[in-house]
């Protein structure tokens, strides 16, 4: 008979802008170098292109941009997470520029705590939780809002209005 064990997920930490993220490994296709990105015109400054992977155009967006900061600088650490959103019947790979990947690190249920409602760099509704790790929180995102691709698309829309003005 098993015991109450916590409730125990693994998330792939990395830095964005100095802050540690974290998302539920279950989201993570792979991570791959940063390079090789189309560029697409008339798109809002934290969509930075598309790149090709294994045949398929899979649109990169700079998460530093996307949460109202500078775009990110790229460094020999910048990689590209490929993250597979499931949206009802749909599957979307989307990949998000990061400054460099921490690790895949084992957090408890009871080591997150509840996203503070004012106070962080990006907004409320990105952000899952805190989780505590090593005395030191990370910023666990809600990846479907982050990169919800209904907004994306209203947002690309939105640019591509101005651009035509």
Do not use: W
């Not at 798109?43 to 790149?51: C, K, Q, Y």
């Not at 045949?55 to 993250?83: H, K, M, N, W």
């Amino acid at each position: 008979m098993l015991l109450n064990a916590p409730d125990i997920q693994q998330y792939l930490t990395f830095l964005l802008s100095g802050e540690m993220y974290a998302v539920g490994i279950l989201n993570v296709k792979e991570i791959i170098e940063y390079g090789q990105l189309t560029e697409i015109p008339m798109m809002p400054a934290f969509i930075r292109g598309v790149i090709n992977l294994r045949g398929a155009v899979v649109p990169v967006i700079d998460l530093a941009a996307r949460f109202g900061g500078a775009p990110s600088e790229q460094s020999r650490r910048t990689c590209i997470v490929i993250i597979e959103l499931v949206t009802e019947d749909e599957h979307h790979d989307i990949g998000i520029v990061v400054d460099a990947v921490s690790e895949v690190l084992e957090v408890s249920s009871a080591d997150i705590e509840p996203a503070p409602s004012f106070g962080a760099r990006i907004r409320a509704d990105f952000i899952a939780g805190m989780g505590k790790i090593g005395g030191k929180f990370v910023i666990m995102l809600d990846i479907k809002k982050v990169l919800s691709v209904d907004e994306i698309a209203t947002l690309a829309t939105v640019g591509q209005g101005e651009a035509t003005n």
